[in-house]
């Protein structure tokens, strides 16, 4: 069994445990029946889990089924094309993720428009990456990473999960702010990324802290900085890429949207219960701090994300061709 699904197990039977809301809460008229969560991506990834999580939460405080429907392709576009063209009457929610955002800019023809398509309900957490670079790199700060890569133009290759995944545009974020340019080689996913950086075919990695903790803890790959903000409570003693970089900022962020025009006191309940701080700790064991927003803080999020990450995939050159 996977390290994942022994966690998500673990945060499940937790969620279930939880004690159930008033029978006047439960007596409203929302939802009267099944609620579907469409998630974009293949099951057991960290979106995948706190989709789960938050359909097993809902189910147990609203009286009736969440049930997740993984509808992975099309780089997302499949799943979030599906939950757009959903009514919008609440039975239908979309767990999205920051690669939506990406996507908005990377992909030049998409059949809808993820900004207007889609109303912010609520967003779980904002997640670091790491970047990591194996241990053969000379440099164990950022400053000496940068000073390392400039006086060897061309050397340092870069891997991601693939072309336009969180991980490649944290990456080309840093190499806008910094100066440098990497050479990147897009894997099938972390998974695959991780084995080449671990074994020193690629030099340097912007990669999930769940999908990485375990191999930085072992020593095969060496923490340069968070792309968060603040520091993270998994790797305290990591500095934010930011403190070297003013401004710079990246995380892989997860929430739940739903078709545009749903009412207006259906995504009100569903924030509600999703900022409940009893599952907002769930999701903090998954590797982020919860974030407490309004469907329009949310929104403001979403927005920003397509603006920052449009400019970085000017300056990457990258197509989803």
């Given at each position: ?104 800019s ?10 207007t398509?889609?109303?912010?309900v ?69 998974a ?18 769940g ?12 923490p ?56 907002k ?29 449009a ?11």
């Amino acid at each position: 069994m996977t390290t994942s699904r022994r966690r998500f197990l673990h945060l499940t039977a937790a969620a279930v445990a939880l004690p159930a809301l008033p029978h006047g809460a439960q007596a409203q008229a929302y939802p009267a029946r099944p609620v579907r969560i469409i998630v974009a991506v293949s099951a057991g990834g960290t979106t995948d889990i706190l989709a789960r999580l938050a359909g097993q939460w809902l189910t147990n405080r609203l009286g009736q089924p969440f049930v997740i429907e993984n509808r992975p392709g099309g780089g997302t576009n499949i799943g979030t094309e599906m939950a757009a063209r959903a009514p919008a009457d609440g039975y239908t929610l979309f767990m999205a993720n920051t690669a939506n955002t990406i996507a908005a800019s990377l992909y030049k023809n998409l059949p809808f428009n993820f900004a207007t398509d889609l109303a912010p309900v609520s967003i779980s957490a904002h997640t670091p990456l790491v970047m990591q670079v194996h241990p053969s790199v000379p440099a164990r700060t950022i400053p000496e990473f940068i000073a390392y890569a400039k006086a060897n133009p061309g050397k340092v290759n870069m891997a991601s999960g693939g072309k336009g995944a969180t991980g490649h545009v944290s990456g080309e974020l840093f190499q806008m702010m910094a100066g440098l340019k990497f050479q990147h080689v897009p894997y099938r996913g972390e998974a695959m990324a991780m084995t080449d950086l671990i074994g020193g075919q690629v030099q340097i990695g912007f990669i999930t802290i769940g999908s990485s903790i375990q191999a930085i803890r072992a020593g095969h790959l060496r923490p340069l900085g968070v792309t968060t903000r603040t520091r993270s409570h998994v790797l305290p003693e990591v500095p934010p890429i930011g403190d070297v970089l003013p401004g710079y900022e990246a995380s892989s962020w997860s929430g739940l949207l739903a078709p545009k025009n749903t009412p207006a006191d259906v995504i009100g309940l569903l924030n509600l219960a999703a900022a409940d701080p009893t599952i907002k700790a769930r999701f903090t064991e998954l590797g982020g701090p919860p974030v407490v927003a309004t469907p329009a803080d949310f929104g403001k999020i979403i927005a920003d994300d397509i603006a920052k990450w449009a400019k970085v995939i000017q300056f990457s050159g990258a197509t989803a061709d």
